[in-house]
DNA sequence: GCCAACGTTGGC
DNA sequence: GCCAACGTTGGC
C-alpha cells in the first residue's frame, strides 16, 4: 500500500466534484507527462490512498483523500481523434497514455494550504515543494499522517 | 497577468 | 545527440 498525491484544477474537477460521485469511480485521466505516466502506469496500485490537491486557483492545497480502485489500464481518449487528449503516435498496441480509477474517501475539514506545508515540519522534503510541476507524486507515510493530522487541527 | 521552471519539439 | 525555441504548469 502506498501514498500519492494527485493534482486537479478544482474549476476543471474538485473534491466536491469527487464527493458528489459518491461510491462511483472516477478516471482519473489527462495524464500527459512522462514521468507521472509511469508512476501512474508502474506504480499506483488498487488500495494505495491518494491525497487530491487543488492547484492553479484561489485556495491551493491538499482538499482531501481518495482510493485508487483500479490500477492503471490504457486512456482511452488517447486514440479519439475528436478528444483533447488525443495522440496520433498512440495505437492500441502501441499504448501513451494510462489512467487509473478513483473513489472518494473524504473531504478535509479545512484545507492544508501550500502555505501550511511549506512551513510544517517533516513536510520540507515533500516531492511538492522540490519538483512543483508534477502531477502525480509519492507521498511518504511519515508526509501523509502529518498532513492527515494537521487537516484535523485547528491552526 | 507575469514569470520561473522545466518538459517537449525539431533543426542540424 | 545537442540545444535553441517553444509551450505548459502553477505559484504569486
Not at 458528489?20 to 506504480?43: H, S
Request: glycine content about 4%.
Amino acid at each position: 500500500m502506498a501514498y500519492w498525491l494527485f493534482k486537479t484544477e478544482p474549476d476543471e474537477f474538485s473534491i466536491d466534484d469527487l464527493q458528489a460521485l459518491g461510491e462511483t469511480p472516477e478516471p482519473w485521466d489527462g495524464i500527459r507527462n512522462y514521468q507521472a505516466r509511469n508512476l501512474l502506469r508502474d506504480a499506483v496500485a488498487e488500495g494505495d490512498e491518494v491525497f487530491i490537491y487543488h492547484s492553479s486557483c484561489k485556495h491551493i492545497g491538499v482538499a482531501g483523500t481518495a482510493t485508487v480502485v483500479r490500477a492503471a489500464y490504457p486512456d482511452p481518449d488517447q486514440f479519439n481523434p475528436d478528444h483533447k487528449y488525443f495522440d496520433a503516435k498512440a495505437a492500441p498496441d502501441n499504448v501513451r497514455w494510462y489512467r487509473v480509477d478513483v473513489v472518494f474517501q473524504r473531504k478535509f475539514q479545512r484545507l492544508v494550504t501550500l502555505a501550511d506545508i511549506k512551513v510544517m515540519p517533516g513536510l520540507e522534503n515533500m516531492m511538492l515543494l522540490k519538483q512543483g510541476r508534477l502531477s502525480i507524486q509519492p507521498v511518504t507515510p511519515p508526509e501523509w499522517a502529518t498532513i492527515i493530522t494537521t487537516s484535523e487541527t485547528d491552526v
